[in-house]
């Protein structure tokens, strides 16, 4: 099935137990406008719709973060200083928006708790870094927790195992103990990695073996979510041509 995926795309996420795709899209026309929106593709009947989001002033800022809760019908995303909230829907479209949050702070990075009860949320770099919690038990989202962490410089990328939340910056990765409903998060451990030439570029589960795959240009990490013991090193090549151990 070809599909036009517009630049500064926030990727592609494959829904659970759905044979629907959500790609996130950016179109930019001109210096004073750019359309941000999400194309929802069911591989089953390869019927493609597209759902806008919103337009902005220019294409500096793009969809980040684009994710699904687990045991729910719903993805997120952030736009800017906007968390989207969408059920995946059996409408022509696919998706129907729940909600629009304003955070105050430029998204950065977005992840779920294994549960669906809370939405961890990323933002800042630096001194100003932090991880904001929001309760979703509730009919609107609430805010139940922020605060900026010690080992936290960016936080890029976000995923929940068990009961630790796991933050990737650049070249680091730092796990944190996720108190139960949200109402907190503790340094859990803090391991600095040499990733050759790049930065970490992705975080994804391992099903049912608590393990995650840390994504870098040099290759690629397992690490025990719960201890943040490496598990195993993969070697791959890096965008110099040349290779090194990750």
Same mark, same amino acid.
């Given at each position: 099935?070809?599909?036009?995926?517009?630049?500064?795309?926030?990727?592609?996420?494959?829904?659970?137990?759905?044979?629907?795709?959500? #790609?996130?899209?950016?179109?930019?026309?001109?210096?004073?406008r750019c359309d941000h929106g999400l194309q929802c593709v069911n591989t089953r009947t390869q019927k493609s719709f597209f759902t806008a989001v919103e337009s902005t002033k220019n294409d500096a800022t793009c969809i980040t973060a684009l994710c699904q809760r687990p045991q729910h019908s719903e993805v997120a995303f952030g736009l800017g200083s906007f968390i989207y909230r969408y059920a995946l829907t059996?409408?022509?479209?696919?998706?129907?928006? #729940?909600?629009k949050i304003q955070t105050h702070e430029e998204v950065s990075s977005l992840a779920y708790s294994p549960d669906g009860a809370v939405l961890y949320h990323g933002q800042g770099m630096g001194s100003d870094a932090k991880i904001s919690v929001w309760d979703l038990t509730r009919r609107a989202a609430k805010r139940i927790y922020s605060a900026k962490l010690a080992g936290v410089s960016s936080p890029e990328h976000l995923l929940a195992v068990g009961s630790?939340?796991?933050?990737?910056?650049?070249?680091?990765?730092?796990?944190?103990?996720?108190?139960?409903?949200?109402?907190?998060?503790?340094?859990k451990f803090d391991d600095k990695f040499e990733f050759g030439c790049g930065t970490i570029r992705t975080l994804r589960p391992l099903p049912r073996t608590g393990q995650v795959a840390v994504g870098s240009a040099g290759g690629i990490f397992l690490l025990d979510a719960a201890t943040g013991r490496t598990v195993q090193k993969i070697e791959g090549p890096n965008p110099e041509g040349d290779r090194k151990s990750v």
């Open positions: 099935l070809p599909i036009c995926v517009y630049r500064g795309s926030a990727g592609i996420l494959a829904v659970s137990g759905s044979p629907k795709v959500i #790609i996130a899209t950016q179109t930019g026309y001109d210096s004073t059996d409408t022509q479209s696919g998706l129907d928006l #729940i909600e630790t939340l796991v933050v990737a910056c650049p070249s680091r990765v730092t796990g944190l103990t996720a108190f139960e409903n949200g109402q907190g998060l503790q340094p």
